[in-house]
């Protein structure tokens, strides 16, 4: 178990070192104020990343490694779902637009994730809204729509 644990934690931290390393390749190719944020980002990535890699392989062999059980689809749910509406949000907000893809985005995953009474759906998701016309729309004269 903790040699198929070891080798897991290998292979996704290799991943994100090569995703990370990829785009600090393109960033360091961006303008310097440009590259900032992405650089930061990108070395909180590699941080992280060295974090969990370095957890992981010492977590590896203790006992508390064997009592993890299996994944359950159970488990699965609510990632699947997130990634669903997100995929769902994309193409509705390539044909409508944002505010429309938004607005059906954040209904839909109050309703599956059960959020109760009805009424705070409609408050959280017109605040969103407000909020991001008045900054984006009306002070930063962003072209939203």
Not at 93 to 112: D, E, H, K, N, Q
Not at 113 to 128: E, H, N, S
Request: charged share 15%.
């Amino acid at each position: 178990m903790a040699n198929k644990k070891r080798k897991e934690s290998l292979i996704v931290a290799g991943v994100l070192y090569a995703f990370t390393g990829f785009f600090l390749y393109k960033a360091y190719k961006l303008p310097d104020q440009a590259a900032f944020f992405p650089k930061m980002i990108l070395f909180l990535l590699l941080l992280l990343t060295t974090l969990m890699l370095i957890k992981d392989l010492k977590d590896a062999g203790s006992a508390d490694s064997k009592k993890e059980g299996k994944l359950d689809g159970k488990q699965m749910v609510a990632p699947l779902l997130m990634f669903l509406g997100i995929t769902a949000f994309c193409l509705i907000f390539r044909f409508a637009g944002y505010f429309p893809a938004t607005i059906v985005l954040f209904v839909a995953l109050m309703l599956i994730f059960k959020v109760r009474p009805w009424w705070k759906i409609l408050v959280i998701t017109a605040g969103y809204l407000v909020f991001i016309y008045l900054m984006f729309v009306m002070w930063l004269q962003v072209q939203l729509l």
